[in-house]
């Protein structure tokens, strides 16, 4: 099993010895520092029935009351700031109840685990955020604090050997020498691929975690097909507008293909489009054009 898929990773987080030296790593604390990790629901709190539900991969509170939500994402996700602000701040304002003081509010980290890049101008693979003032730079305060690890970034830039590294490079193995490798150098990442290779022994979680594979590879495929189908509409919609001014403009079907350097076929739906749907935006033409037709307007 790859310790990067949803599942996998959060049957090893049930672990109190993985938690406690994951945790040390990406936190910069020594294990000692962490005396105690409990795993909390991963339904976050709605205070109406109409608002966005958020559901966590991995809740942990800490002995000082520090809660921590742990996500690992292996799809692209270009929100990925909005979503994890979004998980931080139910997390943040779910602590207290109406009455209760400010002061009891505890400090709240998101963890990002992600396996595409998110900051595509820098190269280091480890990035940790703060709210801190513009011009200077002091922080306004320690209660919301951010850690993202983008995984693709491991193999193509060099990096500082840290406990963190190990750990990343451990979840991002593809094969198990690598795993053997990493677990060779820490106790804690030993006790997760000792945990994992239990679970990959175990057939009931052997297909759990095939059913989450599959369904994160549909949902890649999906995405993917989606970003294809938006890059050609962005293209035709440009084209289409340049082909109705030609076609306002009175120029014939052949005119308009030389000029635009378009196929004349591709012209002539898109007049005949026009002349079916006058009130068609060029999104929607684009749109009836992608879908295999010029009758049937796109939902």
């Not at 898929?5 to 406690?20: A, G, I, Q, Y």
């Not at 690890?149 to 990343?168: A, F, G, V």
């Amino acid at each position: 099993m790859s310790p990067k898929v949803d599942f996998c990773f959060k049957e090893l987080m049930r672990n109190s010895e993985v938690r406690k030296g994951f945790l040390s790593a990406v936190l910069g604390l020594s294990p000692e520092e962490i005396e105690e990790t409990v795993l909390l629901p991963t339904h976050l709190q709605q205070e109406n029935a109409d608002d966005k539900l958020g559901i966590l991969d991995v809740q942990v509170r800490m002995k000082d009351g520090t809660k921590v939500d742990i996500e690992i994402n292996v799809a692209p996700f270009m929100a990925w700031p909005e979503r994890s602000l979004f998980y931080l701040g139910k997390m943040y304002i779910g602590q207290i109840e109406k009455g209760d003081p400010y002061e009891a509010l505890k400090k709240c980290i998101h963890i990002g685990i992600l396996d595409f890049t998110l900051f595509g101008k820098e190269t280091s693979y480890y990035s940790c955020f703060h709210l801190w003032e513009d011009r200077r730079n002091f922080m306004y305060s320690d209660k919301l604090e951010i850690h993202i690890c983008e995984l693709p970034k491991l193999k193509k830039y060099s990096h500082p050997e840290t406990e963190l590294l190990n750990w990343m490079r451990f979840i991002n193995a593809d094969k198990e020498e690598e795993m053997e490798k990493m677990a060779d150098k820490n106790q804690y990442i030993q006790t997760a691929y000792d945990d994992l290779k239990m679970l990959s022994a175990n057939e009931q979680k052997r297909l759990a975690y095939e059913e989450r594979l599959k369904a994160e590879r549909d949902y890649i495929s999906f995405a993917y097909d989606n970003w294809e189908r938006g890059l050609k509409q962005g293209i035709q919609v440009k084209t289409i507008g340049l082909i109705l001014k030609k076609m306002a403009k009175g120029l014939t079907v052949e005119e308009t293909a030389e000029l635009t350097e378009e196929d004349a076929s591709f012209v002539q739906r898109v007049y005949e489009c026009r002349q079916n749907h006058p009130d068609w935006k060029e999104k929607e033409i684009a749109d009836s054009l992608l879908d295999g037709g010029n009758d049937r307007k796109a939902d």
